[in-house]
């Protein structure tokens, strides 16, 4: 069985001063896109208490800290699987980035159903 390994990382954003918020983002195949998986519920006062906050969020994505975010990939798909998004018209960035973090873990096959945008 193959496995994926996934890169991850966490960034903390001010969206004010003296207010402070983690995120946990996992790299697509594309290395300039990156997918936001969790958010921190609250703020916090300073950069290295959210950055903390963060890391311990990020480990949780990881069984095995020798080994990294390793997952396996199911049985019945090639090395070349990636998740995706589906993308319907009137979808806010928060739907897309939520279902792209559940298929995430779930390593659930989806196709997007086909429409129209016309």
Do not use: C
Request: no cysteine; proline share 7%.
């Amino acid at each position: 069985m193959a496995d994926h390994y996934r890169r991850l990382a966490v960034f903390v954003d001010r969206p004010s001063p003296g207010s402070f918020i983690w995120i946990v983002l996992e790299s697509t195949d594309d290395p300039a896109v990156w997918v936001d998986l969790e958010t921190g519920e609250d703020t916090s006062e300073s950069w290295r208490e959210a950055y903390d906050a963060g890391n311990e969020a990020l480990s949780s994505y990881v069984d095995d800290e020798l080994a990294g975010p390793v997952e396996p990939l199911p049985d019945d798909t090639d090395a070349d699987w990636q998740p995706r998004a589906a993308v319907r018209a009137g979808s806010t960035w928060s739907q897309i980035r939520k279902e792209v973090a559940f298929m995430r873990r779930t390593r659930a096959s989806y196709s997007a159903p086909t429409t129209s945008l016309r």
